[in-house]
């Protein structure tokens, strides 16, 4: 088997990379190094270049590297939260007087930090439909810095030509900035299509067990990639010794996980599109999604999302997450375990009377590894 990383294989990197043995004790697994500071020997003798766990920690360093590699990226960075993450890319590459064009599907909470934080310092957005290309090229003006995309969406599942909008921003002098927390590097390489940096919440598949929260940023070039770690380090919101490490552990499993998701997620939207209380089943692996041709090409697989509409309203809706068991009732996704919730009164709830408000019949699944036949009988109960 070689050592070079770039022609092993994706499940070989999530477990090996950044991965070395403990050069003290031979330990498999990298230590948490629970640190602050590091002894120098002699003012200035930095021992294996750590002075202080804000700018680097061993353990960070090992998830950084990993995320790189899995990303096909130069440089992988670890935040505290993915908005986090979100924030320091967009304090990086922009200033006032900048233009941002913006999905009018994406999770909440980032349409709240352009719309709450971002603009206050004088950056303007537009929203577009981001899987229609020309309606992103009409969005674009000579000012704008940034195409941001998140593919499969949040939580419409909406599905956007990556390759596509990486030539729209590159002839407009801007970046497209891939928010990859649904696909996975397993599932969807962003880079490889054209993108310029990837974005995660690794609370999501990378941690992949509802116990840490977390961000990432992979830049695919390695100047770019030195000016983020640059802001990581002044702006100061680094994820912690013990998240990095729970992350680097999660993600040794994410292709098993990816594929048991996928396989469970297909199985759960092809019974919804038949249940008579269902209205519409939003999967990019059903064949009638507007972006199924489009996701079998650019993914690996479909994912663990599935979305749908109840026949009823709202009340349905919601009716429906108070009565499912084995699919909890929570915010959040790509766990184990699988997750119901209402997006327009829980996670997007801040999007309400905007762009990007959802419909108020949605539910959203986040269909983890069980039995698929046990969550197949949860939402039958569940429907009613
Ligand atoms: C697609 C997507 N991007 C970014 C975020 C923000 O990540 P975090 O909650 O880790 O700050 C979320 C959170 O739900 C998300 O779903």
Redesign the pocket.
Known sequence: MSDDQSVQSFETRAIHAGNTADPLTGAVVPPIYQVSTYKQDGVGGLRGGYEYSRSANPTRTALEENLAALEGGRRGLAFA??????DCLLRTVLHPGAHVVIPND??G??FRLFAKVVQRWGVDFSVADTSDVDAVRAAVNDRTKVIWV?TPS?PLLGITDITALAEVAHGAGARLVV?N??ASPYLQQPLALGADVV??????YMGGHSDV???ALVAADAELGEELAYHQNAMGAVAGPFDAWLVLRGIKTLAVRMDRHSENATRIAEMLTSHPKVGQVLYPGLPEHPGHELAAKQMKAFGGMVSFRVAGGEAAAVEVCNRAKLFTLG???GGVESLIEHPGRM?HASAAGSPLEVPADLVRLSVGIESAEDLLADLRQALG
């Open positions: 939260s993915g908005l986090a993450a979100e994406a999770y909470g980032t998140e949040n928010d927390t649904f974005v995660h919440s690794t609370t999501k929260v977390g961000g915010e959040s996704l996670t």
